[in-house]
């Protein structure tokens, strides 16, 4: 077994649930972090893709959540999807990405999260809304969604290097079936099946 075969189980999935969702955001999951204060943190983040063997999230560097990272590169990514009645949950190492790769998954955003992404300060207290978004105005004023708009030095994404990945599909029997993969101290992985 290989993280390639592990990828693409998880992109079938991921295939399966965007072929019978009735939902949208079958991208969306859950990035837990350990908190500067001890306690686990999380939020919910878009997948941007699976490159390399890695999972893609990508966000502002400067939030909590980027500072938590920062201290502790250890995070979990919990999927779940409600159609196919599965969960995938990720622990891995996140790395700040370099490179053009973070430009295009800026510019793949739509024109309001890029204005948003320039003009706040995501998770910093909030002292006047009505400034906030005159500020957005200003910025907006003759811009279209082809317009470019420069990322901030604080955006980024970040590629998170699994070394846990659990499959779990949910039976009414309650008999769920369950498969963790690991990564062992030589890059091997192995398959543990699990009780429910």
Not at 66 to 80: M, P, R, S
Not at 91 to 100: C, K
Not at 132 to 157: I, K
């Amino acid at each position: 077994m290989n993280i390639t075969d592990i990828i693409i189980l998880f992109q079938h999935y991921l295939h399966q649930e965007i072929q019978t969702r009735k939902q949208r955001l079958p991208y969306a999951c859950c990035l837990s972090t350990i908190g500067l204060d001890g306690f686990p943190n999380a939020r919910f983040v878009s997948l941007k893709e699976v490159r390399d063997g890695k999972f893609i999230v990508s966000g502002t560097l400067s939030s909590r959540k980027g500072d938590e990272i920062q201290a502790h590169h250890q995070v979990a990514l919990t999927f779940w999807w409600p159609e196919t009645q599965r969960q995938v949950r990720i622990q891995g190492i996140a790395q700040v990405m370099e490179g053009e790769m973070v430009d295009q998954y800026f510019n793949e955003r739509n024109l309001g999260s890029r204005i948003v992404s320039v003009v706040s300060d995501q998770g910093k207290v909030l002292h006047d809304l009505n400034e906030l978004t005159q500020q957005y105005d200003t910025f907006a004023q003759g811009l279209d969604e082809n317009s470019q708009v420069p990322r901030p030095e604080n955006w980024g994404a970040y590629a998170i290097e699994p070394i846990r990945i659990e499959f779990l599909t949910f039976s009414e029997s309650r008999f769920h079936d369950r498969s963790l993969f690991q990564k062992d101290q030589d890059d091997e992985w192995t398959e543990i099946k699990l009780q429910p």
